[in-house]
């Protein structure tokens, strides 16, 4: 599930488990990434932010 809002992205994922994912998100320098409510520091490259992660259930909120 995802939404798309004026200022901001929010992206649900499930990953299965004994599995890992890796999840690319838009971004630019000023952007402000958070998983499950916090924020995180992320490498962006190319316009995108690659965030690793293991099974489970996430919600990842991306401020422009």
Same mark, same amino acid.
């Not at 690319?24 to 490498?43: E, R």
């Given at each position: &599930? ?10 649900? %994922?499930?990953?299965?488990? @004994? +599995?890992? $994912?890796? %999840? &690319? *998100?838009? +971004? ?21 932010a $690659? %965030?690793?992660?293991?099974?489970? @259930? &996430? *919600?990842?909120? %991306?401020?422009?």
């Open positions: &599930y995802w939404r798309k809002r004026y200022y901001d992205i929010k992206i649900d %994922v499930e990953i299965p488990v @004994n +599995a890992t $994912a890796t %999840v &690319y *998100l838009p +971004a630019t320098k000023k952007t402000i990434i958070k998983q499950d409510g916090k924020i995180i520091k992320v490498n962006i490259i190319d316009g995108k $690659a %965030v690793k992660i293991g099974s489970g @259930n &996430y *919600l990842f909120d %991306v401020i422009n």
